[in-house]
């Protein structure tokens, strides 16, 4: 592994003690709840309302640092200096040959470990930690955008990705490049493998907890001022729990994986509220009874401060506008109006409002002036979520996964587009609640053009999410495509041949089914609306949506 000192003697992030002497074989020792050692609270904050950057600067030495300064990013100086030992490909493939994400192992025992012999690098910046069952991913890309827009540097992580796994680890709005990600894995492979033969809890590092480490990582290299945290899953035993959140964000709570996490809202909630920490400020958006209770009484438990959407924060008024829509808000100093949030959709609204609240719980209830706001939102883009990819006709791409998602989504299309026909694009994940994503769009599909991703064998085939389908819209109106750059091509030819006035087409259903459409739809690196020819197949590469590793039998779920 060589040293880990770097330039002029100083430590890196990485083994800031003898990797070899520092793994501990005793899961009741390294698995601990996180809560034992605490990172020490947020940097102080000065009048402006910005943490001071005197705060213990991340040490440097590390493969990115050798050269000098480096973010991760595209174009960055020191960008690729050394070679690795594997194409990106491959690392992604051994990567995503790993516990697959959607098998829950519960428990923090490897990431801690896996942490510890890296130097604790989650503990180098305050964190906002997102949690919730929808709109974690927009509510963190407006809080980022927020904290960029207030002089910031932020490092976001998120789960899923669209389309390539780079896209969970981003620098101040940009993902790191492949080159970075591959130096990450490179360095940290090593210490990887020694979690591994520790088999803690009886299994081997899955690959979430790898890649949650990979992005402290670079957060702490880089170093940024402040990480934007989202969950993979619940949050209590999500490998991202390690952090010590001092603002935990909780967007709306309903029914999902629900064999993994409970069949109701009070149980899901309570798995959530583990993000909550002692001391910490909790950021509630509007919530059901049954969870707001649960959350309320675990801020009561481990004295953490609560701000609640509806009655601290809110949002107070919005006006569909060209390109998006003008909203007013309440946030910590009162009203603030006449904002344009350049996407459509109240849901939408409501998590920026949401972002709001958390960067000014973050910044010790400072009110951001209405022109930071501005900016911030004028940043603001959501690939995958009401994203308009193709004029004539429209396509948009809408990941809503879930019956509350795609509720949410029907009426935010209904508002902001004149669509007729509506044909829909729908690929589904087998474990969710397929008769309810269906039945949310019986009101708008005229036709609806049913396929399967190809990159996840969780998906639902085409044939049976088929029959589901036809009992909700009558067998007359569903198409079965079970590849999706047939589906896509099915959709518009439909679509166009209506001669409705105004032709549009819906890819909705899963996160991987919209990555591997916006793959097909959007040239890479061109700009939202410049979208590229369709290729003629999606390659069944891991690179999309989740990980899904093999079936590896066995493991604990709660």
Do not use: Y
């Not at 390294?30 to 040490?59: C, K, L, M, T």
């Not at 899953?233 to 959140?245: I, L, Q, R, S, Y």
């Not at 990555?515 to 590229?532: F, H, W």
């Amino acid at each position: 592994m060589g040293s880990p000192r770097g330039v002029g003697g100083r430590r890196s992030w990485l083994g800031r003690r003898c990797p070899a002497q520092s793994i501990v074989a005793s899961s009741t020792t390294v698995g601990r709840r996180p809560g034992n050692e605490r990172a020490a609270r947020p940097a102080p904050v000065r009048s402006g309302g910005v943490p001071q950057p005197g705060r213990r600067r991340p040490p440097v030495g590390t493969v990115a640092d050798r050269d000098g300064p480096h973010d991760g990013r595209p174009g960055s100086p020191a960008r690729s200096r050394r070679p690795v030992s594997s194409s990106h490909a491959e690392i992604t493939a051994a990567l995503t040959a790993r516990w697959p994400e959607q098998r829950v192992a519960p428990s923090l025992a490897r990431i801690t470990a896996l942490l510890e012999l890296m130097g604790d690098p989650h503990k180098a910046a305050p964190v906002i930690h997102l949690t919730g069952t929808n709109g974690k991913g927009s509510t963190a890309i407006v809080i980022e955008s927020l904290l960029r827009a207030s002089g910031l540097r932020t490092g976001r992580f998120s789960s899923p990705h669209l389309s390539r796994v780079n896209e969970r680890i981003s620098i101040d709005g940009e993902p790191i490049s492949d080159e970075r990600f591959d130096q990450i894995w490179t360095e940290i492979e090593p210490l990887v493998a020694m979690v591994d033969e520790q088999r803690l809890d009886g299994v081997a590092m899955t690959f979430f907890e790898v890649v949650t480490a990979m992005a402290f990582a670079a957060f702490a290299d880089a170093p940024v001022d402040v990480v934007v945290l989202e969950v993979g899953m619940a949050g209590t035993w999500d490998a991202t729990n390690v952090a010590d959140g001092s603002v935990a964000v909780i967007t709306p709570i309903d029914l999902d994986h629900t064999h993994l996490l409970g069949g109701t809202v009070a149980e899901i909630a309570r798995e959530k509220a583990g993000i909550i920490k002692p001391g910490a400020m909790a950021v509630l958006a509007g919530q059901p009874v049954e969870a707001a209770t649960v959350l309320l009484e675990r801020a009561m438990e481990v004295g953490a401060l609560v701000q609640r959407e509806g009655v601290d924060f809110g949002l107070l008024e919005r006006t569909p506008a060209v390109g998006g829509q003008v909203l007013r808000i309440n946030g910590a100093e009162g009203p603030v109006g006449d904002l344009h949030l350049p996407v459509h959709g109240a849901h939408l609204a409501q998590n920026a409002a949401l972002a709001v609240a958390a960067v000014e719980a973050f910044l010790g209830m400072k009110a951001l002036a209405p022109d930071v706001i501005q900016q911030g939102f004028d940043a603001v883009r959501l690939p995958g979520r009401m994203e308009v990819v193709r004029r004539s006709p429209t396509i948009v791409l809408d990941a809503a996964h879930n019956p509350h998602g795609a509720r949410a989504t029907a009426a935010a299309l209904a508002e902001a587009f004149d669509f007729h026909p509506l044909v829909g694009v729908l690929a589904v994940m087998g474990d969710k609640d397929v008769d309810g994503i269906v039945e949310a769009w019986t009101e708008s599909f005229e036709q609806v053009v049913v396929t399967q991703v190809a990159s996840t064998s969780r998906g639902m085939p085409a044939e049976e999410l088929a029959e589901v389908v036809a009992s909700r819209f009558g067998a007359e109106r569903v198409h079965v495509e079970p590849r999706m750059d047939a589906a896509l091509e099915r959709a518009v030819a439909l679509a166009e041949a209506d001669g409705g006035p105004v032709p549009g087409v819906l890819v909705t259903g899963s996160v991987i089914a919209v990555g591997e459409a916006r793959t097909l739809l959007v040239r890479p690196g061109s700009e939202d609306d410049q979208p590229g020819e369709p290729l003629l197949e999606v390659a069944d590469s891991g690179q999309f949506g989740e990980a899904d590793g093999p079936d590896l039998g066995g493991g604990t779920v709660r």
